[in-house]
């Protein structure tokens, strides 16, 4: 019997809710890798524990953190100990420092997604020290890595300069080719009336990711509503505000979906919101997911300014993108989209044009490449 090559995911996150690391499963087993996964969740309300070779363990987060991640430093650890992989791919800066640590022990390859410009987390602005930190993280690990991925071609420079580097690959956030055999109806879900469009916000709600800006001119714009899918720690704010500004009874919080199943639900949105604020250098950088989920679904984008974003909307014309600090654009640009069906038709065939390459079948082939 021929030997299976086994490669063990590691990740600060629930692998069930996270596009990234759910296709990089897919791939590896595809390719006849035996996968285990080590994932944790501790943002799910009433999530228990799942066991086997996915693991997502359940962890309890408190206003003072130190606790938190001790429990997780030491549960990773011992599950690396017991681990026998031919790879180890840390899905993020928290699970890098164990991959290398154990692939020195076990004698692994160690593969790195270097997901965000950690040195410039937006979450972590005012926690300068804490930021310092994880970038020292990174610094001293990312030499004694296989491969590092990153999202970008800005942040593969940025990391290649930073970190006196060559040679990483950019593995870009694109969805994994899947059939959608129906769309998910949100107008009958939520009985709304038919001539309403479906603005979608989906992913992690946090501050920075436009959801405040859509919020304070959500009154000003024409006949929509918004639905919101996913969860974070920001999402009952997110509620009191929208009670706040009087738009609750438009604006729909749908909750978390299974990576599986998502797609079915963003094909039934008529606009796909990604409006990150400058409030980083890695946001400024970012190439999300969603925007590229969006696109794959045939939904077209509405996304900021931002170069890699920018880059994407011009090459494919699938969308409009806005400068998020200009309030009077987001209403003009957005309500003649609203307005626009023509326009809206023409991007959505644009956006089928586009998914045929920007798929995470075709991007993937790089890292293999190596491998």
Not at 14 to 29: E, M, V
Not at 214 to 220: K, L, P, R, V, Y
């Amino acid at each position: 019997m021929d030997y299976k090559k086994k490669i063990c995911i590691v990740f600060l996150g629930n692998i069930h809710y996270d596009s990234r690391a759910t296709n990089f499963y897919n791939s590896f087993s595809e390719r006849g890798y035996k996968v285990s996964v080590i994932s944790f969740d501790w943002l799910t309300k009433e999530f228990k524990t799942e066991r086997g070779d996915v693991s997502v363990i359940k962890l309890k987060k408190r206003a003072i953190s130190i606790g938190f991640y001790l429990k997780f430093a030491f549960i990773l650890s011992l599950r690396l100990l017991f681990e026998k992989a031919d790879y180890i791919l840390a899905e993020d800066v928290y699970t890098l420092p164990f991959a290398v640590l154990f692939s020195k022990i076990k004698r692994t390859k160690v593969l790195y997604d270097s997901r965000e410009i950690y040195g410039h987390l937006a979450g972590l602005k005012k926690k300068k020290n804490i930021q310092a930190f994880w970038r020292l993280v990174e610094e001293k690990c990312i030499d004694k890595v296989d491969i590092v991925m990153t999202t970008g071609e800005l942040d593969s420079e940025y990391i290649e300069k930073e970190y006196n580097l060559e040679g990483t690959i950019v593995i870009r956030n694109l969805p994994f080719p899947v059939e959608i055999k129906e769309a998910f109806d949100f107008r009958n879900h939520f009985n709304l009336d038919k001539s309403k469009k479906i603005l979608l916000y989906q992913g992690v709600i946090l501050h920075g990711r436009g959801l405040k800006e859509i919020f304070d001119i959500f009154s000003e714009l024409k006949n929509c509503v918004l639905i919101i899918l996913g969860g974070g720690e920001q999402k009952e704010y997110y509620q009191e505000l929208a009670r706040e500004k009087n738009i609750a009874k438009d604006v729909f919080f749908f909750g978390k979906v299974n990576q599986n199943e998502l797609f079915k639900y963003t094909s039934g949105a008529d606009i796909g919101l990604a409006i990150i604020e400058n409030l980083s250098f890695s946001y400024y950088l970012a190439l999300p997911n969603k925007m590229f989920e969006y696109i794959y679904c045939g939904v077209p984008v509405f996304v900021s300014n931002f170069p890699q974003m920018k880059s994407i909307v011009d090459k494919y014309n699938v969308g409009v993108y806005i400068d998020p600090d200009n309030k009077p654009e987001i209403i003009s640009r957005l309500n003649n989209l609203l307005d626009d069906v023509e326009l809206r038709n023409k991007l959505k065939e644009n956006c089928s044009i586009a998914a045929r390459e920007l798929n995470w079948s075709e991007e993937i082939k790089k890292l293999f490449n190596l491998l």
